[in-house]
């Protein structure tokens, strides 16, 4: 048998790099990352496999000492709510205090402090809404009025709650008692994935 | 046109090797795979699950509107601090208030191991469980060929069944959430279909104390009156 010839074993890799190169730019397009959370939470584990919807969700986030917070997921959904609560609770926000609240994925202040929140610059917002979170003790429940809100401009919406793992449990009542109380009775809670024991 | 000359002062050959310039691209397409299944892994793993609830209306129900459940079928979960568990099985009369051994304790299963709330329900809900097992194994043997409704209808008919076991989860105030969401798993790997998540009577708060006083807070105190 002859010998090949060295310079013949060469690849060209161009074609399969040009390849790589175009699906790697359509799953850095496709990736949607989630809306950063004023603060850590670990989920509980469960067996449950069923993913949350892509879209048309609002998540409920609690807190450890109770504070909640609000993401709609739909900007539209978000900026009518605002509009509906600010003139409810005699609010006044100004074209760029929306657009700031438009960029800004989590509710977490009560309506009368809403105009400062959105004056201050994003790096700060965090730190502001854990100060406060929304209202909802029963004389001024403003959480609820979110949520009513929000399914009135789009009944459909999923609710989901999630919550750290050691959050005492009065405190998750509170939330579902909130939610039942506005005949919302069907929610979700986030879970984090873990195998189902043997045999099931 | 400015040029390099490598061949230094040769003559005739001053163009450049043609196959010198042929870059490999091996190492860029290995960096690209990489990345490539790095966004795919991240993509597919940051969703997380969810678990639905249905929480029963507040509104007053209707005496004749509430869901007959056999008594006998019945287990009481009382979700307690550190990871605790006590249950009880069936209903409740004025005459086991005083007795602590009425409720006993036992743990959360872990995924290894069915002892502890896993087994109880497993030996309690047998029926069910073998039927479920039984219809998974049916869709496996049909190669993934049953439609999900009927799969669904099935499992729901075995769960709904009136002999399949009801639980009922109190969660008492020094449980967590994780409690909460562990004890909703069992649920589901115990084939469980009727279950409710409701808020602990005085009665059971007695009942834990008493238990957990060995019946000497059932001595000092009086039992509340059955409802």
Redesign the interface.
Known sequence: MAKAKKHDVWIDMTAMSDVTVLLLTFFILTATFLPPEPFRVVAPASVMEIKIPEYNVMTVLIGLDGKVFLNIDRPDVRLQALEQMASEYGVTITDQQKRVFVEQPFIGVPMNRMPAFLDLPMTEHDAAMRQYGIPNDSTNNQFTDWIQKARAIDSDMKITLKADESTPYPIIDKVMKDLVHIKANRYSFITVLRGAPEGF | MAQIQTGGGDGGRNQPKK?NT?V???P??DM??L??TF??F??TL?????????????AEVLEDETPKVKESRAITLL?GEEDKVYYYLGKIDESSYSDYTTIKETTY?T??S?EGL?GILLERNAEAVNLMRELKLERLERGDKMPVEEFNERSNKIKGDIDALTVVIK????????????A??EM??CSVGKYA?V?ATEGDLFLVENYRTRGAYGEANLAPQAR
């Open positions: 196959h042929r490999d691209f091996t860029m397409v690209m795979l990345l490539l966004f795919m991240v993509t940051s969703k997380p699950q969810i678990m639905d609830i249905a929480m029963p209306s507040d979700l299963s995924r290894t069915n896993r969660p008492l105030e020094s449980s967590n959430y994780k409690n909460l969401v562990d909703l798993d589901q790997i998540i808020d």
